[in-house]
Each structure stands twice: as structure tokens, then as C-alpha cells.
T-cell receptor
Framework: AQKVTQAQTEISVVEKEDVTLDCVYE???????LFWYKQPPSGELVFLIR??????QNEISGRYSWNFQKSTSSFNFTITASQVVDSAVYFC???????????FGTGTRLQVFP | DADVTQTPRNRITKTGKRIMLECSQT?????MYWYRQDPGLGLRLIYY???????NKGEISDGYSVSRQAQAKFSLSLESAIPNQTALYFC???????????????FGPGTRLTVL
């Protein structure tokens, strides 16, 4: 069975702090894809990143970075120097190569205070 | 214009009423999906369609039905709405022929449904 666990229900930080959102996944597939989505207070889902299981290179995009470790089945997301605009719910998701179904975690609500 | 649109964006209805949520896309994608989001539960798949003649049940299809009227349109119906169907509903699309093995799903803006 496939499963995505985001153990952190809610995180609060003060602006300019670094924050890491954890994502742990379970799958028996050797080929799969991992995603992060952002859901701001307005409600839409914003795609942030995808990573396939063959590519364990970490990725950095501005203040965002992602750490993919197959050995621990984790795909963690770090925001450096957080800003109030980063306040949102963040979802991690998993998809197997041979299926089109996205399995979502329960999300982590991040609140960044000024 | 948005690539994936959902109508209505907000709807309040009463228990027992039939309601339809509509999704349209201009992305030319062949695959479409309906999800619901509940607080603390993330998004769960209701139905998905790989093309006009191919419709499949997702994780939580009971109480829902769908219709793929055209490649660009995918409607979700609640035949007799009940309060625990109060949720945020998302439509999504993906392209199986896009040349990318990721088949990323693109989400609509969501429909907030309240059943009283």
C-alpha cells in the first residue's frame, strides 16, 4: 500500500526563521514520483516541485530547497528565511509510475508571524 | 484565462438536494480527476477519467457520480447531498501524451460546498 505521512500538523515560526516540513512515504514500487503543493489561504493548490525516484539530487529554488533520501523514504522541504507570504498549508504527494493516482499527505499548516 | 475552471466556486445547499459541480479545461489534457479535501485529511480521490469512455472510481466514490461530457468537461454529481459531503472539491487534469513521464496534475481553483 502507498502512504504519505506528514507528521507535523502545524508549525509556527517568526519571519526570517528557517523551517523544515517533513514528508515520509511508503511504497513498494521502484519507480515513483514525489510532489509538493502549496495551498495558500485563498484555497488553490500551487505546484512546487516533482521528483522521480531515480533522482536523489537535492534541489534548490530561491528560498526553497528539497531533500530527497530514499534510504529513509523522506522528501523534506525547507524554507530559508521564511516570510509571511509563506503562510499556507503544504502537501506532500506520491504517485507510482504505473498509476495516475496521487496519494496526498494530510498537510502541514505553516504560519509565519511578522 | 485559467486553464482549469470550476463552477460554482461556492455553493450552499440543503440535505437531499441534487447538486452538480462542473469542471472545464482548456489544456487539451485527456485525463481528469475529482478530489475532495477535508480538514486534517488532505485530498482524497473521488473519481477519475482517462478519456471520455473511461471512468474509474477512486478512494471515496460512494454518494457521488460523474459524467465526462467531452474531453474538456468532467462533472461531479451528488445525487442526494448529505452534511458530511461538506468539503472543498478540486478538479484536476493531466496529459498522458505530454512527453513527460511525470504526468503532473494541474488543479482547478476548487469549489467550496456546504450541505446544511
Amino acid at each position: 500500500a502507498q502512504k504519505v505521512t506528514q507528521a507535523q500538523t502545524e508549525i509556527s515560526v517568526v519571519e526570517k526563521e528557517d523551517v523544515t516540513l517533513d514528508c515520509v512515504y511508503e511504497t513498494r514500487d521502484t519507480t515513483y514520483y514525489l510532489f509538493w503543493y502549496k495551498q495558500p489561504p485563498s484555497g488553490e493548490l500551487v505546484f512546487l516541485i516533482r521528483r522521480n525516484s531515480f533522482d536523489e539530487q537535492n534541489e534548490i529554488s530561491g528560498r526553497y530547497s528539497w531533500n530527497f533520501q530514499k534510504s529513509t523514504s523522506s522528501f523534506n522541504f525547507t524554507i530559508t528565511a521564511s516570510q509571511v507570504v509563506d503562510s499556507a498549508v503544504y502537501f506532500c504527494a506520491l504517485r507510482s509510475y504505473n498509476t495516475d493516482k496521487l496519494i496526498f499527505g494530510t498537510g502541514t499548516r505553516l504560519q509565519v508571524f511578522p | 484565462d485559467a486553464d482549469v475552471t470550476q463552477t460554482p466556486r461556492n455553493r450552499i445547499t440543503k440535505t437531499g438536494k441534487r447538486i452538480m459541480l462542473e469542471c472545464s479545461q482548456t489544456k487539451g489534457h485527456d485525463r481528469m480527476y475529482w478530489y475532495r479535501q477535508d480538514p486534517g485529511l488532505g485530498l482524497r480521490l473521488i473519481y477519475y477519467s482517462f478519456d471520455v469512455k473511461d471512468i474509474n472510481k477512486g478512494e471515496i466514490s460512494d454518494g457521488y457520480s460523474v459524467s465526462r461530457q467531452a474531453q474538456a468537461k468532467f462533472s461531479l454529481s451528488l445525487e442526494s447531498a448529505i452534511p458530511n459531503q461538506t468539503a472543498l472539491y478540486f478538479c484536476a487534469t493531466s496529459d498522458s501524451q505530454g512527453g513527460s513521464s511525470y504526468n503532473e496534475q494541474f488543479f482547478g481553483p476548487g469549489t467550496r460546498l456546504t450541505v446544511l
